[in-house]
C-alpha cells in the first residue's frame, strides 16, 4: 500500500488488468481427451469341441440263431445296400420252402380241377372256395418259408464302409451277437454345444469351419444341420449338428473337431473401453455436445477387445470422455485434447 501511495503521489497511474469473462470461462473448463462413438457390426465369433459321427451308423445283428456259414466281408470294405455280409447254415430253411412251394402247386392244381367243373355243377361252390382258402394258406406258409431262409442272411442296411468283424465261420450266434458296424461315412456329422444366450442368431444352414488335430492346418467346411428342440438345463448349452462333407474320406466317426461358427448381428454403437463409467443407476458415459458435456445413460452389451457395444442416445462420430470425467458436471463446457494416436480407440476387433 505505501509502494502505491508513493506512485499516486509521484503522479504515476496504475492499471491492474482483471481477468476478464472468456479468460476466466477458459480456466474453469475441464481438459478432456475424447473418443469417438462408432457403429461396427456385432457378428460373433463361437468356437466350440465337438465331436465327429456317421451321417448314418449301425450295429450288426442277425435275425435268427445259428451256426455262421461264410463271413463275407473283411474290415474296410465298402458294400452295397442289400450286400450279403454273412450267411447261416440254412439247409433246413431251404427244405421248408421247397415244402411250401410243393403244396401250393398241389393246392392251386385241386383248384383249377374244381374250376373246370363249374359249369356241369359236379362240385358244389363251397368245395371250390375251401380249395381256394387252401392254396392262399399254402401261399403264405411259402412266403413265411422265404422269410425264414431270408433271415438265414444278414445283409448291409445301407451303402457304407463295415468295420472289424466279430464272428467266424464255425460260430454260433443269436440275434444279441454283434457282428460288425457299419458307416456311411460321406458326410461326418459334427455334434458341438453353443451357450443358450446365442440361440436366437441360430439358424439352419449357416456356414462353420472344422478342423480336427488328425491334419493340422487343415479345414474342413459344413453347415449347420439340425438345432436341438431343447435347452440343457444344467449346462444352458444347446446342441447342434453341423454336416461336413468327407469327400477325401479323410474324416473318421468317434474324431474330435474344433467348429468355428460366425453368428451375424445388427449393427451396434461401439465405444471405447475407457468412456464407460459406473455409477448407483447403471452405467453411463459423458458426451461433449456443442462444447459441453452431457451425462448419458447407456445399456452395455458385450465388450469386443477394447471397446464396449451399447446401447443408448448416442450417434455415430460423437465425442466421448476417455480422460477426466472425474471432473465432469452435466452441462459444464470443456476443451477437448487431442489424444495420443490409438489411445482412445482401440481397433473394433
Known sequence: MHFVAAL?????????ALPGPAQAQARRAP???????????????????????????????PAAAGEVSSVEFVAGDRV?????LLRLVDRQERLAVDRAASQVAAARRLLERYANTRDSGAVPASVVDD??????????????ARENLEDR?????????????RVQKGDRVTPDTLVTTIDD??????????????????????????????????????????????VDPLTRNVRLLADVHNREDLLRPGMSFEVRLALPGEP??????????????????????????????????RRLRDRVLVQGDLRPGEAVVVEG?????????????????????????
Open 8 to 16: 499516486l503521489l509521484a503522479g504515476v497511474s496504475l492499471v491492474i
Open 31 to 61: 481438459a478432456v481427451i475424447t473418443g469417438l462413438v462408432t457403429l461396427v457390426d456385432d457378428t460373433l465369433h463361437v468356437s466350440a469341441i465337438g465331436s465327429g459321427e456317421a451321417l448314418r451308423a449301425a450295429s450288426l445283428r
Open 80 to 84: 452295397l445296400e442289400g450286400s450279403v
Open 131 to 144: 380249395a381256394r382258402t387252401q392254396l392262399r394258406d399254402a401261399e403264405i406258409a411259402l412266403a413265411q
Open 153 to 165: 442272411l444278414l445283409r448291409a442296411p445301407f451303402s457304407g464302409v463295415v468295420g472289424i468283424g
Open 185 to 230: 461315412r460321406r458326410v461326418i456329422r459334427v455334434s458341438f454345444e453353443v451357450p443358450e444366450a446365442w440361440l436366437g442368431r441360430l439358424e439352419m444352414g449357416q456356414d462353420v469351419v472344422t478342423t480336427t488335430a488328425a491334419f493340422p492346418g487343415r479345414e474342413f467346411p459344413g453347415r449347420v444341420a439340425q438345432i436341438d428342440s431343447r
Open 268 to 301: 451396434r454403437l461401439a465405444i471405447p473401453q475407457l468412456a464407460q463409467q459406473w455409477g448407483r443407476d447403471g452405467s453411463y458415459v459423458w458426451v461433449v455436445r456443442d462444447g459441453k458435456a452431457r451425462e448419458i445413460p447407456v445399456l452395455s452389451l
Open 325 to 349: 470425467a472425474h471432473r465432469l458436471e452435466d452441462g459444464v463446457e470443456v476443451r477437448e485434447m487431442a489424444a495420443p494416436a490409438g489411445a482412445a480407440d482401440g481397433p473394433d476387433g
